[in-house]
T-cell receptor, first 117, second 114 residues
Framework: DTEVTQTPKHLVMGMTNKKSLKCEQHMGHRAMYWYKQKAKKPPELMFVYSYEKLSINESVPSRFSPECPNSSLLNLHLHALQPEDSALYLC????????????????FGPGTRLTVL | ELKVEQNPLFLSMQEGKNYTIYCNYSTTSDRLYWYRQDPGKSLESLFVLLSNGAVKQEGRLMASLDTKARLSTLHITAAVHDLSATYFCAVDLAGGTSYGKLTFGQGTILTVHP
C-alpha cells in the first residue's frame, strides 16, 4: 500500500481563522514532508520531518506550524493566513536510508486545496 | 544553490509522434526523479535514476541520466492522449542539512492531440 491520505480535500478559511491540515501514511515511512504548490508551478518544500523530528524548515512564516505526533501522522496548523497562502498543500512520505546521503522516493498525498479569503 | 531547469515548458504533440523532455541541473546530486501530475491531482512517481548511464522504461516513457553532463531526459515514444499531463523532474541534493530536500524543475505541460 503506497498511499498517503490527506484531509480535508478542500478548505476555505478567513484570515482570522485557525485550522489544521492532516496527513497520514501507514507504509512505515519515517520521513514526512509538507509542500506548497501554486497553480502551474512546481511544489515548494516547506518542512521535513525525520523520525518525528523537524529536520528542515525552509524559512516558512510562523503562521504555518507543523506537528508530527507520531510516525504515521503529520499536521500543519494554520493561523492568521494571508490570501497569497491560497494553494495546494501536499504531504509526502518516504523510507529513510540510515547512514546514506538521501532518503528513498517520496510518495505524495492527494493534497488539500486551501483558499484564504 | 541548486537549479533545475526543464525544457520545453510546453509541449504539444500529435498522437503517434516521439519527443524528448530535457532536465538540466546545476550541482552534483544523489538521485534524480521524474514525476507526473494530472490537472488538480497529486504527483505520481514515474522513475528514480541513481547513477550515471541509468536508463529506465515504463510503457511509452523512457528516462535516462548522464551525471557528467548533469542532464536527464524523458523520452516519449508514440504518444497517446493518456500521456497528457505535467511532468516534473526533481533532484535530491544529497547529504547533511539538505537530506530529503527535493528541488523541482519548472514542469513541462504535455498535451497530446489527435
Amino acid at each position: 500500500d503506497t498511499e498517503v491520505t490527506q484531509t480535508p480535500k478542500h478548505l476555505v478559511m478567513g484570515m482570522t481563522n485557525k485550522k489544521s491540515l492532516k496527513c497520514e501514511q501507514h507504509m512505515g515511512h519515517r520521513a514526512m514532508y509538507w509542500y506548497k504548490q501554486k497553480a502551474k508551478k512546481p511544489p515548494e518544500l516547506m518542512f521535513v520531518y525525520s523520525y518525528e523530528k523537524l529536520s528542515i524548515n525552509e524559512s516558512v512564516p510562523s503562521r504555518f506550524s507543523p506537528e508530527c505526533p507520531n510516525s504515521s501522522l503529520l499536521n500543519l496548523h494554520l493561523h492568521a493566513l494571508q490570501p497569497e497562502d491560497s494553494a495546494l498543500y501536499l504531504c509526502a512520505s518516504s523510507q529513510e536510508r540510515s547512514g546514506l546521503a538521501s532518503p528513498d522516493t517520496q510518495y505524495f498525498g492527494p493534497g488539500t486545496r486551501l483558499t484564504v479569503l | 544553490e541548486l537549479k533545475v531547469e526543464q525544457n520545453p515548458l510546453f509541449l504539444s504533440m500529435q498522437e503517434g509522434k516521439n519527443y524528448t523532455i530535457y532536465c538540466n541541473y546545476s550541482t552534483t546530486s544523489d538521485r534524480l526523479y521524474w514525476y507526473r501530475q494530472d490537472p488538480g491531482k497529486s504527483l505520481e512517481s514515474l522513475f528514480v535514476l541513481l547513477s550515471n548511464g541509468a536508463v529506465k522504461q515504463e510503457g511509452r516513457l523512457m528516462a535516462s541520466l548522464d551525471t557528467k553532463a548533469r542532464l536527464s531526459t524523458l523520452h516519449i515514444t508514440a504518444a497517446v492522449h493518456d500521456l497528457s499531463a505535467t511532468y516534473f523532474c526533481a533532484v535530491d541534493l544529497a547529504g547533511g542539512t539538505s537530506y530529503g530536500k527535493l528541488t523541482f524543475g519548472q514542469g513541462t505541460i504535455l498535451t497530446v492531440h489527435p
